[in-house]
């Protein structure tokens, strides 16, 4: 299986930053890759797939980048709605999809 | 718009098997643009890929669970069925149905805690 490694685990931050989370996959996936941001209680929500293309009515502030191994999302302008735990998952075909371990953003 | 939710006991024995629906409204599961995909998430952890239904029948599963996971639909109903066999403490979990756009989750359910204990 494609193992995938975020970093960091948490994240502290406050109103206004630019924030960035990596995503680390152990194999080269191309731009099979996509984001999702989860708030307690509630299902996952896709913000970004093929590494670096926003699903629609997800706000500009998101933004991914990256190919192969190594992955970025960008939160610019962090706002308090941000607050959440953010997944990357890789979804390179005959190969079971896995998800990273999640980093948790905190807004200072 | 297309919604999907999950529905099912929300407690099982251990060694009993674990059976989900997931009913989709306002689209179709015969789409041929679409997977349909269980995911689920154990409290406090992270995320797992259980498997996925396409509309010729074709399944896929993680080879983690493959021997005791069995995926199912009901065109007519609009629904697809999760089934996972021998079930312990360590599936006590959420489970999330959600649609597949070529490997990635574009819409989910609200998700269904399933809780294994005797």
């Known amino acids: 299986d494609i193992q995938m490694t975020q970093s960091p685990s948490t994240l502290s931050a406050s109103v206004g930053d630019r924030v960035t989370i990596t995503c680390r996959a152990s194999q080269r996936i191309s731009n099979a890759l996509a984001w999702y941001q989860q708030k307690p209680g509630k299902a996952p929500k896709l913000l970004i797939y093929?590494?670096?293309t926003l699903e629609s009515g997800v706000t500009s502030r998101f933004s991914g980048s990256g190919s192969d191994t190594d992955f970025t999302l960008t939160i610019s302008s962090l706002q308090p709605d941000d607050s959440a735990t953010y997944y990357c998952?890789?979804?390179?075909?005959?190969?079971?999809?896995?998800f990273g371990q999640g980093t948790k953003l905190e807004i200072k | 718009q297309v919604q999907l939710q999950e529905s099912g006991p929300g407690l099982v024995k251990p060694s009993q098997t674990l059976s989900l629906t997931c009913t989709v409204s306002g689209g179709s599961i015969s789409s041929a643009v679409y997977y349909w995909s269980w995911i689920r998430q154990p409290a406090g952890k992270g995320l797992e890929w259980i498997g996925r239904?396409?509309?010729?029948?074709?399944?896929n599963y993680n080879p983690s669970l493959e021997s005791r996971v069995t995926i199912s639909a009901d065109k007519s109903k609009n629904q697809f069925f999760l089934n996972l066999s021998s079930v312990t403490a360590a599936d006590s979990a959420v489970y999330y149905c959600?649609?597949?756009?070529?490997?990635?989750?574009?819409?989910w359910g609200q998700g269904t805690l399933v809780t294994v204990s005797s």
């Open positions: 239904f396409y509309t010729t029948g074709t399944m």
């Open positions: 093929k590494a670096s």
């Open positions: 998952q890789q979804y390179v075909s005959n190969s079971p999809y896995t």
């Open positions: 959600a649609r597949d756009h070529g490997g990635y989750r574009d819409l």
